[in-house]
């Protein structure tokens, strides 16, 4: 069995968490498709919730969709740089209440933090102190079974607004472009907006879940053509396109080194 990981032909016998890995660390680009087995591989952990507090490295993980029947209302704004994520409703029980119908709580029931309580405390720790922002990775769902990292962002801010006829928590995060003191990733990020999810289901659809460049089916990268920090929009298909990651390391080296 070979190394979930992306483009990694390691052989390994080591088993957990149902996936099989070499051990090295990879890093995600904001971009790259992926399963949710390699999600989790990247993850180091079986993401169950949506709102996932410092994980790994103490970095935060959410999970989003912004797919027609979606649970939660999240939106992009700025262009693809500011991401207004929804709290989580309180788990089901089995009074037949439906969630939905009560206030988000930021405590649970044994009067710990809920995942609102501790990502609505952080975000008012930095609007305090403006002292390590919170660093949050974001995956988007975009199909039944399928992924996209949308990038690194942090927590700028978080409140609690109506929301029909109950209480909801929002928070807002910007995606990381250029950032001092995160030694994190961010050279990765190369200034890229975040491809709204309609725009990337009509490429996905367009290109027929192939690389553009040779047909393959494995893993795959929505690419700006002509990239974010050269002028070219997010927001348009025509200028995104699915390549594999060897085409698409292939095309950052050429911008990189020429
Ligand atoms: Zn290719």
């Keep these: 069995m070979t190394c979930v ?9 080591v088993q957990s968490l149902g996936t099989r890995t070499c051990g090295q660390v990879e890093l995600a680009r904001a971009g790259d498709v992926m399963s949710y087995l390699e999600m989790c591989s990247y993850e180091g952990v079986n993401l169950q919730k949506g709102m996932n507090f410092r994980l790994r490295n103490g970095v935060s993980v959410i999970l989003m969709s912004l797919r027609p029947g979606a649970p939660y209302a999240d939106r992009i ?8 994520y929804e709290g989580h409703d309180v788990p ?10 009560l206030d988000q709580q930021a405590k649970n029931p044994t009067g710990t933090l809920s995942q609102n309580g501790l990502f609505y405390e952080a975000a008012v720790r930095w609007k305090r102190t403006h002292v390590k922002p919170e660093l949050v990775k974001v995956y988007e769902k975009i199909r039944p079974g399928m992924w996209v990292y ?9 409140w609690r607004e109506t929301s029909g006829e109950r209480r909801v928590f929002k928070f807002k995060l910007e995606l990381i472009g250029d950032v001092e003191d995160v030694n994190f990733e961010a050279s990765e990020i190369d200034h890229t907006r975040l491809i709204p999810a309609q725009v990337k289901m ?6 027929k879940g192939r690389c553009v460049l040779c047909g393959s089916t494995e893993n795959l990268h929505f690419d700006h053509i002509i990239p974010y920090s050269k002028g070219g929009s997010s927001l348009v298909g025509e200028n995104i396109r699915l390549l594999c990651a060897t085409h698409n390391l292939a095309k950052r080296d050429k911008i990189d080194y020429q």
Excluded at 77 to 84: A, H, K, T, V
Aim: hydrophobic share 35%; glycine share 10%; charged share 40%.
């Design 77 to 84: 704004e700025e262009g693809g740089r500011i991401l207004i």
């Design 150 to 158: 949308n990038g690194l962002f942090t927590l700028v801010d978080a």
């Design 92 to 101: 089901k029980r089995d009074n037949d209440i439906d969630p939905k119908t």
């Design 5 to 13: 990981r992306r483009g990694c032909l390691v052989v390994t016998l």
């Design 202 to 207: 009509e490429v996905w659809k367009r290109d």
